[in-house]
């Protein structure tokens, strides 16, 4: 009984762990990104552009 109690206990505390390694394997962190107004962001540059008209 003791051995299925401590083998429970061990999961309960990995399987969380586990799942929130699956969320992030593999995925970029994906973040917003704002520039000032009169500008964009060129993703190519990365970074924000300002807008000039011709």
């Known amino acids: ?3 299925k109690a401590g083998l429970i206990a061990v999961a309960l505390t990995v399987l969380p762990t586990l ?3 699956e969320c ?3 995925h970029k962190q994906q ?3 704002t ?3 009169g500008s ?3 993703a190519e540059a990365g970074k924000c ?3 000039t008209s011709s």
Do not use: L, P, R, S
């Open 1 to 3: 009984m003791k051995i």
């Open 19 to 21: 799942a929130m390694a």
């Open 24 to 26: 992030a394997w593999g």
């Open 31 to 33: 973040a917003t990104m």
């Open 35 to 37: 520039c000032a107004e």
């Open 40 to 42: 964009f962001y060129d």
């Open 49 to 51: 552009v300002v807008i």
